[in-house]
């Protein structure tokens, strides 16, 4: 009897051990991401380890190759001036084919054929906050960039989070990717060497990140699962972040009708004060870009967006997801739930009371200074590329989700001539006109996760404006 049990059980270990190879042989295929090398003090939180080739399946499908420098870049030398891309994942961009991320496509409007005219230094967590903290890594570690671009699909930061941004987490020349893998431990090895050749472990670690999360959420990001242990991967959704400014758990709401013959649209007709530096502050006016656009349309396209307000250094902008937990001990800001901060009590005129704001006087005085802070370390031209979330509702209608600091955002930057482009527009005119999402992939739900081949697409043509001004 006990014979018979003890074979059963070497029975269904062998078979167990047999399909967790034959998963482990698929996921090479499928989930075998690059190893990445934290740093402290640098452009980003970390490199990735030169000549790695990683293969990324679970969003769309990427084949990316690291070059010497510890980036994804194709294998050319930089150009003089060139322009520097910066940004969290979905500057990245590991989960589209070669040549579609919006720092290639930018690269070839540029002529970039022999030489790299744009340098992608995108790496997973690095937020719009932790890019500035890195802003003297950046400026030190590439002083001849002619041009910094800086992704983002959040501006749902509060006043402490903004002042936080200029915390700089310094410059060590000599923590090059050469010097860190020189003295990786022993043990560092070996735990390398065990995901390199066991992805499997890898794809049930970020499914495990996943779970944590209470599955993905509409519009929430996993990050890519890095070798880095410390890099948890948590992109926090924007449910946490972005709220209703009455207080209310849902996103405000501006709707688009875009069957309708009245092209303003219930808040976009107010778009010029924007570009002009001056936000609105009642509860239902452009500061919210939060629409809903009705695809079937084909005659309002042209009033719901214009063509240069993307590439305007003054467009307006909207949130998708904020807050960063990066691998390399920095700062770490919190979920902002801003519920707590915009359940702005309306006057007597229906405009907001200021007092209860979350876009007072102190937070635009922060803002100011934040871009204040970016033009005194640096003459060169940045550019802020914002992109907002999207939803699908029942009706087929697509959803920009914002808390309304674009107009906050614009207005500061270009104060302190920062060029600063809003997606949000070039989003509504491409669905009305071509049906097409910014976010979501042939193996995804559609309007959720990361900036698709369209996506990127659109940003390259936006940036690519404001670059030839």
């Given at each position: ?78 150009a003089k001036d060139y322009v520097l891309v910066a940004g969290a994942s979905h ?27 744009v340098y992608n230094i995108g790496k997973s967590g690095n937020y719009f906050s ?340």
């Amino acid at each position: 009897m006990m014979k018979r049990i003890l074979k059963q059980l070497l029975e269904w270990c062998g078979a167990l051990l047999l399909a967790a190879l034959c998963m482990n042989f698929i996921s090479f295929a499928f989930y075998h991401p690059c190893q990445d090398l934290p740093r402290s003090q640098g452009a980003t939180t970390g490199y990735l380890v030169p000549g790695d080739k990683g293969i990324y399946g679970l969003e769309g499908y990427g084949v990316k190759t690291v070059d010497k420098y510890g980036y994804v870049n194709p294998d050319l030398p930089k150009a003089k001036d060139y322009v520097l891309v910066a940004g969290a994942s979905h500057t990245e961009g590991f989960f589209l084919p070669e040549g579609l991320r919006f720092s290639d496509l930018l690269n070839t409007m540029l002529g970039g054929e022999d030489e790299l005219k744009v340098y992608n230094i995108g790496k997973s967590g690095n937020y719009f906050s932790v890019v500035l903290q890195h802003l003297d890594g950046i400026l030190g570690e590439f002083p001849d960039a002619g041009a910094l671009v800086i992704e983002t699909d959040s501006l749902a930061y509060d006043t402490k989070a903004l002042r936080d941004s200029t915390i700089q987490v310094g410059y060590n020349p000599d923590e090059t990717v050469d010097g860190i893998l020189n003295n990786l431990s022993t043990k560092q090895k070996l735990v390398m060497k065990v995901k390199d050749y066991c992805p499997l472990l890898r794809v049930l670690h970020k499914q495990f990140l996943t779970y944590q999360m209470g599955g993905v959420e509409e519009n929430a990001v996993v990050d890519d699962e890095r070798a880095d242990a410390s890099d948890e991967g948590k992109h926090p959704t924007d449910n946490k972040i972005t709220r209703d400014t009455m207080g209310v758990d849902t996103f405000e709401d501006t709707t688009v009708n875009a069957t309708s013959e009245d092209s303003s649209i219930n808040g976009r007709d107010t778009a010029d004060s924007v570009k002009d530096g001056t936000p609105k502050d009642s509860a239902g006016d452009a500061t919210s870009k939060d629409s809903v656009v009705n695809g079937t349309s084909e005659d309002s396209a042209g009033d719901t967006t214009s063509e240069d307000s993307a590439g305007d250094a003054t467009s307006e902008d909207s949130a998708g997801d904020a807050t960063s937990e990066d691998s390399a001990g920095d700062e770490i800001f919190a979920d902002l739930n801003t519920s707590e901060t915009s359940g702005a009590a309306e006057d007597s005129d229906g405009g907001r009371n200021e007092a209860n704001s979350e876009f007072d006087a102190d937070y635009r005085a922060a803002l100011s200074d934040l871009m204040k802070f970016i033009r005194q370390k640096t003459d060169k031209q940045v550019i802020i590329v914002f992109h907002p979330a999207v939803a699908i509702e029942k009706n087929g209608n697509m959803k920009l989700l914002s808390n309304g600091a674009e107009p906050y955002f614009a207005k500061a930057c270009k104060e302190h001539d920062i060029d600063f482009i809003d997606m949000s527009d070039r989003f509504i005119q491409e669905y009305i006109d071509n049906y097409e999402m910014p976010y979501g992939f042939w193996n995804t739900t559609m309007g959720v996760g990361h900036t698709n081949s369209a996506a990127h697409r659109m940003m390259a043509e936006e940036i690519y404006k404001v670059l030839r001004k």
